[in-house]
Nanobody, 120 residues
């Protein structure tokens, strides 16, 4: 079993910053890609950013230049630094990781989500 635990959400004013963290633990052999998704009220879940174990990154167009994804492979932890936040950034943010487990299986995991609210 693998757990993804997110932290760092909260309430921030427009233009402010927040840093999200997501730590993966459990029966992990390796994790190639880790990512952040978000779901705003009444909308579908959407990709925010992903990062490979080698440091390759991908961002949604709407957050490019304002958000930075990073990771600590030794800790199986991914971060999302969010700067210049806008009101449309209000959403529940979810961590995602496809995991190669020590049991030899490939399993897809999501965190429980952390609320980010940006006030205008």
């Amino acid at each position: 079993q693998v757990q993804l635990v997110e932290s760092g959400g909260g309430l921030v004013q427009a233009g402010g910053s927040l840093r999200l963290s997501c730590a993966a633990s459990g029966s992990i052999f390796s994790i190639n890609v880790m990512g952040w998704y978000r779901q705003a009220p009444g909308k579908q879940r959407e990709l925010v950013a992903t990062i490979t174990s080698g440091g390759g990154t991908n961002y949604a167009y709407s957050v490019k230049g304002r958000f930075t994804i990073s990771r600590d492979n030794a800790k199986n932890t991914v971060y999302l630094q969010m700067d210049s936040l806008k009101s449309e950034g209000t959403a529940v943010y979810y961590c995602n990781a496809p995991v190669y487990t020590r049991r030899g299986t490939f399993e897809h995991y999501w965190g429980q989500g952390t609320q980010v609210t940006v006030s205008s």
